[in-house]
């Protein structure tokens, strides 16, 4: 049992790590794409 405990809070921080990720490369991805934009 404590093996798939391990395993289980394994996969959710890599699940919530993998989240804040893709928000932070989200906003800067969309940042560039604005200033891309405007600048053309």
């Keep these: 049992m ?3 405990w391990s ?3 394994k996969a959710l921080v890599l699940i919530i ?3 804040l990720v ?4 989200g ?6 794409m604005t ?3 405007r600048s053309l």
């Excluded at 893709?22 to 490369?25: E, G, M, P, Q």
């Excluded at 906003?27 to 560039?32: D, E, L, P, T, W």
């Design 35 to 37: 200033i891309r934009r």
């Design 7 to 9: 395993e289980i809070w």
């Design 22 to 25: 893709l928000r932070l490369a």
């Design 27 to 32: 906003r800067k991805s969309i940042s560039q």
């Design 17 to 19: 790590v993998g989240m």
């Design 2 to 4: 404590h093996e798939i």
